[in-house]
């Protein structure tokens, strides 16, 4: 079975720039989470959709947005990029909607993403 | 979400069983303690789940005492290959949100 899978692996921008990040999820799944990890840290949410709808959003400001479409794949849109944009996007698929303490996420290899 | 205390760094040598503790004082009566293991430049990848008392699973034990205040990841004969970070997450999610810590970076040697 295919995991998650994201596109591009690697990407380089300038400040500036605007950048999409794209996600599909594992089949079957319809949740999707968007993550950012800087170097030394640990992930850090961004969003949740579920069925094309916002569920959950991290503190993170208004550049960043995303989308899923009726296939449950994902982009997460980034505007304006600042050199501090620069990480690995990490997105992850679960079945769940409402998570719930028992709920396990799968997470793709990630997008690493430069801001010269 | 309850805090997880884990140890920043830990180093062991092949064929050595590894235990990384997590500390969490604040666990909820409905909380779940997991585990996730992630290697350089990929993502995290689940490796346990429990509730209390033992886990055991193909790759990990998961020990967890009666007062569920803390938990230890219990890795048989690791290998050069298990070098990665460890992250302890306790209390699932809310829509969608794990909450990571900075986990514990398990460097294993020859």
């Known amino acids: 079975d295919a995991g998650v899978t994201q596109s591009p692996t690697h990407l380089i921008k300038t400040r500036g720039q605007h950048v999409t990040l794209r996600c599909s999820p594992i089949?079957?799944?319809?949740?999707v989470s968007w993550y950012q990890q800087v170097l030394g840290q640990g992930p850090q949410f961004i969003f949740q959709?579920?069925?094309?709808?916002?569920?959950g959003r991290g503190n993170f400001p208004d550049r960043f947005s995303a989308r899923q479409f009726p296939n449950y794949s994902s982009e997460l849109n980034v505007n304006a990029l600042l050199l501090g944009d620069s990480a690995l996007y990490l997105c992850?698929?679960?079945?769940?909607?409402?998570?719930?303490?028992?709920?396990?996420?799968?997470f793709g290899p990630g997008t690493r993403l430069l801001v010269l | 979400l309850a805090k997880t205390t884990q140890p920043i760094s830990m180093d062991s040598y092949e064929g050595q069983e590894v235990n990384i503790t997590c500390s969490h004082n604040?666990?909820?009566?409905?909380?779940?303690i997991t585990w996730y293991q992630q290697f350089p430049s990929q993502g995290p990848r689940f490796i346990i789940q429990?509730?209390?008392t033992k886990v055991t699973n193909e790759v990990a034990s998961l020990f967890i005492p009666a007062d569920r205040k803390s938990s230890t990841l219990s890795l048989p004969r690791v290998s050069l290959s298990d070098t990665a970070v460890y992250y302890c997450?306790?209390?699932?999610?809310?829509?969608?949100?794990?909450?990571f810590g900075q986990g514990t970076i398990l460097t294993v040697h020859p």
């Open positions: 992850a698929s679960s079945l769940a909607a409402a998570g719930g303490p028992r709920e396990t996420q799968y």
């Open positions: 089949s079957g799944h319809k949740s």
């Open positions: 959709y579920y069925e094309k709808e916002e569920r």
């Open positions: 604040n666990i909820a009566t409905n909380d779940y």
């Open positions: 429990g509730y209390k």
């Open positions: 997450l306790v209390g699932g999610t809310s829509y969608g949100k794990l909450t």
